[in-house]
């Protein structure tokens, strides 16, 4: 099954649920999922090398910073 089939479909079913409680619990599992996704990815770039150092990082966001205000 193809993602976006698979999204509609999961749009459908949520559509048809009432309850507050468990619309929140489908809330709660999705940010769970969402989270977990992404505390993988970033295990993975850490395993590769695809990091930045905390100067590195700083020194970049004060250069983003610079070109982006001011002008």
């Known amino acids: 099954m193809k993602a976006e089939t698979l999204k ?3 749009i459908e079913r949520v ?3 009432q309850k507050k409680s468990t619309l929140e619990r489908m ?3 999705i940010t769970q999922a969402e989270m977990e996704t992404r505390a993988q990815e970033s295990l993975e770039a850490i395993s590769k090398g695809d990091v930045l150092s905390l100067d590195e ?3 970049k966001n004060k250069e983003w910073a610079k070109e982006n205000y001011t002008k």
């Open 57 to 59: 990082f700083s020194q």
């Open 27 to 29: 809330d709660q599992l």
């Open 15 to 17: 559509m048809q649920v």
């Open 8 to 10: 509609l479909g999961l």
